[in-house]
């Protein structure tokens, strides 16, 4: 059986744990803590260099990036019933692509950023900075849904899970404006409405909300020192 290394509150490792779910794909879970650095060991770090999770290893295969693993779990393993979480129209599968690199390129890494400085001891809120690149995010996912009900087609599909993993821990820190962007906070709901998300997603986001507001309060706390 496949092993996947993983911490609940992590966004990454949640896409992972909703695709095996949604695919059927069973996996023996491996936790790792990667605020205790566990990911850095020897052992590790020749399974996986970035030293990130999630991490998948199967039949002495590894892949990292929750992105890379769930488009790999998608060609290996679905079943006809899934085409629509990666359909076979090009431009459909180029709009999906689209999202995941927006994901790992854009809105991941503004999650990122807030939680280096907090688990670091230095970030007690959100700066100005931070909340302006929220606000451009949550415009740009905006946009995109004008033209269809999820992000990148009218049914859900491998982009939903990974964006949606990351925005559950973004909007814990820094609330959707359903006024502003009504048809974001809609397809949050929709999302959040999945069983999916009530057994994998929700946990977890919890967890790394709570985390990060506990690590911020006691960095304002020590700052007052």
């Known amino acids: 059986m496949a092993k996947l290394y993983k ?3 992590s966004p990454p490792a949640r896409t992972v744990m909703i695709a095996s779910y949604i695919l059927g794909v069973p996996y023996d ?3 790792l803590n990667p605020l205790l650095r566990e990911q850095d060991t020897p052992e590790m770090f020749k399974k996986n260099p970035m030293k990130t999770i999630p991490l ?9 990036d929750s992105h890379a693993i769930i488009l790999y779990l998608f060609d290996k393993y679905a079943k006809p019933e899934h085409e629509h979480l990666y ?17 790992c390129g854009i809105l991941f890494p503004r999650l990122r950023s807030i939680m280096g400085p907090t688990y670091t001891g230095k970030l007690t809120k959100l700066s100005k900075s931070m909340i302006r690149n929220l606000e451009s995010a949550y415009e740009i996912l905006e946009k995109y849904l004008e033209k ?3 992000l990148a087609d009218n049914v859900m599909t491998l982009a939903d899970i990974s964006i949606f993993t990351t925005m559950s821990t973004l909007n814990g820190l820094h609330p959707i404006d359903s006024n502003r962007y009504p048809k974001l906070k809609r397809w ?18 919890k967890e790394h909300v709570e ?4 690590f911020m309060k006691n ?7």
């Open 7 to 9: 911490k609940d509150a």
């Open 29 to 31: 879970p491996q936790e």
């Open 56 to 64: 998948w290893e199967e039949d002495n295969f590894c892949l990292a």
């Open 87 to 103: 359909p076979r129209d090009k431009r459909i599968r180029a709009t999906i692509n689209h999202r995941l690199f927006f994901d």
């Open 148 to 150: 269809t009900i999820y």
């Open 188 to 205: 949050f709901n929709v999302m959040c409405a999945e069983k999916f998300s009530q057994e994998i997603n929700e946990p977890g986001a």
């Open 211 to 214: 985390g990060l507001l506990a």
């Open 219 to 225: 960095n304002l706390n020590k700052s007052k020192l």
